[in-house]
């Protein structure tokens, strides 16, 4: 133990306190407000579909206070508990060379750490999301993503370790640097990728047959000078009755997907005001802003790792008395996400600012009236709380709160 470990553990606790707390808070409020829909929806929502809302949100939180504490508890047995530790004297007695026992340290790390989260996500499907009649999934399903999600992770999680662990021995003091144009060169690669080889992997894409709609939609994309490779059709409700639309890909693979459960709960003229909020999201440039701080968040993480991986403190710190480079980067995503929760309502702020972009510009080349009436009808599909705490809301949520939503949507179609 030095003073780091002290750092880390006050920031840790600091944490858990804050998540626990706005998760109660969150609860509290929404209980407060459970027996009476707010004014601004009295017309579209029942009483009753306010009160799964708000049962659904309750029952999350409590589930999501369960997975804070496991977390806690599995982020210590790795550090000050000694699992890293014992795994990495594993690979270490294999006697291979020190890159392929860097790679397989911490892709096993990796692997274990998914084995060790999929009670939680078993019991939220087919527990949790089961009881608010969410749920499509199939354990046999769910197992056969669980494998080739694995298989995925270990073929370019060995390929990213292993650029990573050799650019740390092989490119001077300034391998951070060089390492985070890879990684840049690697997330763009992604998501040119993503769409077109690894998204069908998990589901099927189809191109939307409804002439009329697809009419609609070219001419929404021509009027918003909008090029894409396609309208598709996903299969969403193989796993889940959520629904949802978006925009994937980069330069000539670039499409728009939207959920079939989407297409089942909104009406034509919805399902536009929707795309056009999205492309909104282009049109703003959201999407090229989100990338550039990205990249200079995970600038300053890399120059920090780069300075970390030379201090005995760190490691100690953290309760590991190997030093190696593989270490270094297992401990890292240990501890970074610890300090990062406290950029959280920055980084939701922002977000929150881009979805009023957005809905102004769905309103300016679409219909506020329209887009209004999709969201109340995705807020009643989804079963999401109308009445979140507002402190909870300013940390966490990435969209503002419905009603500010449409408050302001109102003032854009006045
Ligand atoms: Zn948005």
């Given at each position: 133990m030095n003073e780091f470990s002290w750092i880390f553990l006050a920031a840790l606790f600091l944490m858990t306190a804050t998540e626990l707390w706005l998760s109660m808070r969150q609860g509290k409020h929404v209980q407060a407000h459970r027996d009476k829909v707010p004014k601004a929806f009295e017309d579209q929502i029942s009483l009753s579909a306010h009160q799964k809302a708000a049962d659904y949100t309750v029952a999350k939180g409590r589930f999501g206070r369960k997975e804070n504490i496991y977390g806690v508890i599995i982020l210590l047995a790795w550090t000050f508990g000694g699992g890293l530790a014992l795994l990495s004297n594993a690979w270490d007695?294999?006697?291979?060379s020190s890159m392929l026992t860097g790679v397989l340290f911490l892709l096993s790390f990796i692997v274990i750490g998914s084995l060790l989260d999929l009670p939680f996500s078993y019991y939220r499907t087919f527990v949790l999301e089961d009881k608010f009649g969410f749920n499509r999934n199939t354990p046999a399903l769910f197992f056969s993503d669980f494998i080739k999600q694995t298989l995925l992770t270990l073929i370019m999680g060995a390929l990213l370790i292993g650029v990573a662990l050799w650019m740390m021995q092989s490119?001077?003091?300034?391998w951070w640097l060089y390492l985070w144009a890879a990684w840049i060169g690697f997330a763009l690669f992604m998501m040119w990728a993503y769409p077109a080889f690894i998204a069908p992997l998990f589901n099927k894409f189809t191109p939307l047959d409804d002439a009329a709609l697809q009419q609609r939609v070219e001419n929404l994309l021509a009027r918003c000078g909008f090029k894409s490779q396609g309208i598709f059709v996903m299969d969403g409700s193989r796993r889940s009755g959520h629904g949802n639309a978006y925009f994937t890909g980069l330069g000539s693979n670039k499409r728009i997907v939207f959920f079939d459960t989407l297409l089942n709960t909104l009406n034509e003229d919805q399902i536009e005001a929707v795309l056009a909020h999205e492309l909104g999201h282009f049109r703003r440039k959201h999407v090229v802003k989100n990338m550039v701080v990205m990249a200079v968040i995970s600038l300053i993480g890399l120059a920090l790792l780069g300075w970390a991986s030379n201090q005995t403190w760190f490691y100690e710190g953290l309760g590991v008395s190997q030093q190696s480079n593989a270490m270094a980067l297992a401990l890292f995503m240990l501890v970074i996400p610890v300090f990062m929760f406290f950029l959280h309502p920055l980084m939701t702020s922002l977000s929150r600012k881009y979805e009023y972009e957005a809905d102004a510009y769905a309103a300016s080349v679409s219909s506020a009236d329209d887009l209004i009436a999709a969201l109340v009808a995705l807020y009643k599909e989804n079963a999401?709380?109308?009445?979140?705490?507002p402190l909870v809301s300013a940390v966490y949520d990435s969209h503002p709160p419905a009603a500010m939503r449409i408050a302001h949507l109102q003032m854009n179609s006045a």
């Amino acid at each position: 133990m030095n003073e780091f470990s002290w750092i880390f553990l006050a920031a840790l606790f600091l944490m858990t306190a804050t998540e626990l707390w706005l998760s109660m808070r969150q609860g509290k409020h929404v209980q407060a407000h459970r027996d009476k829909v707010p004014k601004a929806f009295e017309d579209q929502i029942s009483l009753s579909a306010h009160q799964k809302a708000a049962d659904y949100t309750v029952a999350k939180g409590r589930f999501g206070r369960k997975e804070n504490i496991y977390g806690v508890i599995i982020l210590l047995a790795w550090t000050f508990g000694g699992g890293l530790a014992l795994l990495s004297n594993a690979w270490d007695g294999l006697g291979l060379s020190s890159m392929l026992t860097g790679v397989l340290f911490l892709l096993s790390f990796i692997v274990i750490g998914s084995l060790l989260d999929l009670p939680f996500s078993y019991y939220r499907t087919f527990v949790l999301e089961d009881k608010f009649g969410f749920n499509r999934n199939t354990p046999a399903l769910f197992f056969s993503d669980f494998i080739k999600q694995t298989l995925l992770t270990l073929i370019m999680g060995a390929l990213l370790i292993g650029v990573a662990l050799w650019m740390m021995q092989s490119t001077g003091e300034l391998w951070w640097l060089y390492l985070w144009a890879a990684w840049i060169g690697f997330a763009l690669f992604m998501m040119w990728a993503y769409p077109a080889f690894i998204a069908p992997l998990f589901n099927k894409f189809t191109p939307l047959d409804d002439a009329a709609l697809q009419q609609r939609v070219e001419n929404l994309l021509a009027r918003c000078g909008f090029k894409s490779q396609g309208i598709f059709v996903m299969d969403g409700s193989r796993r889940s009755g959520h629904g949802n639309a978006y925009f994937t890909g980069l330069g000539s693979n670039k499409r728009i997907v939207f959920f079939d459960t989407l297409l089942n709960t909104l009406n034509e003229d919805q399902i536009e005001a929707v795309l056009a909020h999205e492309l909104g999201h282009f049109r703003r440039k959201h999407v090229v802003k989100n990338m550039v701080v990205m990249a200079v968040i995970s600038l300053i993480g890399l120059a920090l790792l780069g300075w970390a991986s030379n201090q005995t403190w760190f490691y100690e710190g953290l309760g590991v008395s190997q030093q190696s480079n593989a270490m270094a980067l297992a401990l890292f995503m240990l501890v970074i996400p610890v300090f990062m929760f406290f950029l959280h309502p920055l980084m939701t702020s922002l977000s929150r600012k881009y979805e009023y972009e957005a809905d102004a510009y769905a309103a300016s080349v679409s219909s506020a009236d329209d887009l209004i009436a999709a969201l109340v009808a995705l807020y009643k599909e989804n079963a999401s709380t109308l009445t979140p705490d507002p402190l909870v809301s300013a940390v966490y949520d990435s969209h503002p709160p419905a009603a500010m939503r449409i408050a302001h949507l109102q003032m854009n179609s006045a």
